[in-house]
């Protein structure tokens, strides 16, 4: 299989190079948000309909997989992915509707994702540091030891 043949065996890729504004990637970190979205709504153990997340509740989860993922550089890889403003997203949640790989009730729009949050006060302002509860000591005898 050739990269041309795998690319556009990828459903994701395949729909990201049609529509032409956002990498694949960003495509895929939707669906990876998907479920920080579902647990920030409080709706972990829901089925079906009940899981539905709104425009404000995934860009939550977007946001929080973010910081995760790429801390204070976020804002940085969502630019590069073609994303400027959080209404990106909620282009990028219809084209998966429009290719049946997400599901909408009437009452989603696009507007949903409107002035969510700026990218850099939200990862790079608002960063905070994360540390481990217990930093293991440093073994003796290691470099700098006498």
């Not at 409080?42 to 993922?69: F, P, W």
């Not at 002035?115 to 006060?121: A, L, P, V, W, Y």
Request: charged residues 30%.
């Amino acid at each position: 299989e050739t990269p041309l043949e795998k690319m556009l065996s990828d459903p994701l890729r395949k729909i990201a190079s049609e529509d032409g504004r956002y990498s694949a990637e960003a495509y895929q970190f939707v669906f990876e948000s998907l479920e920080p979205a579902v647990k920030i709504a409080g709706r972990d153990g829901c089925e079906g309909q009940e899981r539905h997340v709104s425009g404000q509740e995934l860009l939550k989860g977007l946001r929080a997989h973010a910081a995760d993922t790429f801390g204070p550089l976020a804002g940085h890889v969502w630019r590069s992915w073609g994303l400027t403003k959080t209404v990106d997203w909620g282009e990028i949640v219809f084209v998966l509707v429009r290719a049946g790989m997400l599901n909408r009730q009437e009452t989603d729009s696009v507007d949903d994702f409107r002035d969510g949050f700026d990218f850099d006060e939200a990862f790079v302002e608002g960063y905070e540091l994360k540390l481990p509860a217990e930093i293991p000591a440093r073994p003796s005898g290691g470099a700098g030891a006498d």
